[in-house]
């Protein structure tokens, strides 16, 4: 019984192992083309195929070969070795020089452990024959299995120039095309022919231009020409000058060279450029520009006027040998372009702690365009609409400081806007020095001009009265400061107000010593007469006494 029971336990032990060396043992292939993970691919003919092949086992070495084949052929053989690694991966390329042509073609990728375990994986690749393009030499839009270009059509007429009515043989010859060849002219004129040498009469004169066209078996063609000169058998025709056309400068700036040519625009029946005579007729503001005829063929223009803008009608004029004219006319327009304003030389300036700076910058512009100043530094904002600069330098400020003021155009735009701007600047040194009253050396550069107005009368009934002091500082005569006193002063028989007098620094002129003496000589008189009063007073008391 226990031998049986062991028996069955062998037995089961015995599957159980091979099972499991079956699972230790495994083997797995993977392969597919990369563009499309897929086991199948169509190619162009000279494309390449890109594919990827991964090998997992648990037992090495093992047996790992990538072939390609054409039918049963093998047209390239990608590996054919053993394996030593566990988990193999690998990309391969299949290249226009492994296949042979168009056709299908397989890959087979095979595995082998040798112990009994074999995989592999089959790809399919099919390669598509190449299109080869219509050929269409001459661009006609039909393909040409013999193609035979046209190299050259010559068209040809005798004779090609004569009086009215003009009899005309032309003649046509076609260079290549595929025979039969059919041909057709046009006489310009509104004639037309299918023969290849036709004949033609030309009624009216005139130039006219005839066309040949020659066409081919397969539908091409190409075409020549000949001109045609039909003179009028009586009476001279005018020459023709029309279609010149207008042209413009920009203001300050010299046109080209042969500017118009005016043969473009002329034509006659009888005569050729040459034989025309061409004249300026008439400039309708040669002041602005003036145009001159050049080789009796071109018209050139000068330089415009400086600055100037505006435009000038120009008559030109055509004649024949037979005195027969036309005339055309075209204008000249000079474009204005915005100048740059031009700030006028500003110098260096010098200003006093505690008085009023002021100074006024210059500027003009060609184009009369609105103006706008602005400057560089922190000690003052200049108006911008005016170019004022105004005001008091303080203790903080003592020193030299290099200013630019600048000014631009608006030429009609918002200042926050430039593109269309032009500006000009000047750059001056501002000396800021210490306050009036400071060392010698700064009343040494000083001068005052002291203007006071005539003692008048203040209308209280005594004989003072009143009158204005104006005291005007400069240093290196530019004005600093103002100071304006209203002072009290004594009447004289000289009668109220009038004249003004002009003392510079500390000196008096002669009117003004004058009017002193006077106020002392009244002063002196007033107290001696007070002094005998005095004494008068006095007698007539001690008398009373006694």
């Known amino acids: 019984m226990n031998f049986k029971m062991n028996k069955q336990i062998l037995i089961i032990l015995s599957v159980m192992l091979l099972l499991g060396s079956a699972v230790l043992a495994a083997l797995n292939l993977t392969a597919y083309w990369t563009e499309n993970d897929?086991?199948?691919?169509?190619?162009?003919?000279?494309?390449?195929?890109?594919?990827?092949?991964?090998?997992?086992?648990?037992?090495?070495?093992?047996?790992?070969?990538?072939?390609?084949?054409?039918?049963?052929?093998?047209?390239?053989?990608?590996?054919?070795?053993?394996?030593?690694g566990y988990d193999f991966w690998n990309y391969y390329t299949v290249t226009d020089s492994m296949y042979n042509g168009d056709g299908t073609y397989t890959l087979e990728v095979i595995a082998d452990d040798n112990r009994g375990s074999i995989r592999s994986e089959v790809l399919t690749l099919i390669v598509e024959e190449v299109e080869e393009e219509c050929s269409d030499a001459d661009n006609d839009g039909i393909c040409d299995e013999d193609e035979v270009p046209f190299t050259n059509v010559i068209a040809n007429a005798n004779p090609s120039s004569g009086v009215e009515p003009l009899n005309v043989a032309f003649t046509c010859n076609a260079q290549g095309g595929n025979t039969p060849l059919t041909y057709r002219w046009t006489f310009g004129d509104g004639g037309t022919s299918q023969s290849q040498n036709p004949s033609h009469t030309y009624i009216n004169d005139g130039y006219y231009t005839a066309t040949c066209t020659a066409y081919d078996s397969d539908n091409d063609f190409r075409s020549g020409q000949v001109s045609i000169n039909v003179i009028n058998g009586g009476v001279n025709q005018a020459p023709i000058l029309e279609g010149v056309p207008d042209k413009s400068v920009n203001e300050d700036t010299t046109p080209v060279s042969n500017w118009v040519d005016l043969w473009q625009y002329a034509s006659d029946n009888e005569d050729t450029d040459y034989e025309l005579t061409f004249l300026i007729q008439s400039q309708s503001n040669s002041a602005l520009i003036s145009c001159n005829l050049i080789s009796d063929r071109y018209v050139d223009c000068n330089t415009p006027a400086l600055n100037g803008n505006g435009y000038s009608e120009v008559i030109v004029k055509v004649t024949d040998t037979d005195g027969a004219f036309d005339t055309d006319?075209?204008?000249?327009?000079?474009?204005?372009?915005?100048?740059?304003?031009?700030?006028?030389?500003?110098?260096?300036?010098?200003?006093?702690?505690?008085?009023?700076?002021?100074?006024?910058?210059?500027?003009?512009?060609?184009?009369?365009?609105?103006?706008?100043?602005?400057?560089?530094?922190?000690?003052?904002?200049?108006?911008?609409?005016?170019?004022?600069?105004?005001f008091t330098p303080t203790t903080s400020n003592v020193g030299e400081h290099q200013i630019e003021i600048c000014v631009r155009d608006l030429d009609d735009a918002l200042p926050e806007f430039w593109e269309d701007t032009h500006e000009d600047c000047d750059t001056f040194e501002l000396t800021v020095r210490s306050r009036i009253g400071g060392t010698d050396e700064d009343e040494e550069e000083l001068r005052t001009e002291i203007t006071r107005t005539r003692c008048v009368d203040d209308g209280d009934g005594n004989r003072f009265g009143t009158y204005t002091e104006i005291t005007r500082t400069f240093e290196d005569d530019r004005f600093i400061r103002e100071d304006v006193n209203e002072r009290s002063c004594l009447l004289t028989d000289r009668g109220e107000g009038g004249f003004i007098v002009n003392v510079s620094g500390r000196e008096n002129n002669e009117e003004e010593k004058q009017d002193l003496f006077i106020v002392f000589i009244t002063a002196l008189v007033f107290v001696v007469v007070m002094l005998l009063l005095i004494v008068l007073i006095h007698r007539l008391f001690t008398r009373k006494r006694a």
Request: avoid cysteine; glycine fraction near 4%.
């Open 38 to 84: 897929s086991i199948s691919l169509m190619i162009i003919e000279g494309e390449d195929a890109e594919f990827f092949v991964h090998v997992f086992t648990t037992i090495i070495p093992v047996e790992y070969s990538v072939k390609l084949y054409s039918g049963n052929n093998v047209v390239y053989t990608f590996e054919d070795r053993t394996v030593n």
């Open 329 to 390: 006319s075209f204008r000249v327009t000079v474009t204005s372009i915005n100048d740059a304003p031009v700030i006028e030389d500003i110098g260096d300036q010098t200003a006093r702690v505690g008085s009023v700076f002021r100074l006024d910058i210059d500027a003009s512009d060609v184009d009369n365009n609105d103006l706008y100043f602005f400057d560089d530094t922190s000690l003052f904002v200049i108006d911008r609409l005016t170019g004022e600069i105004e």
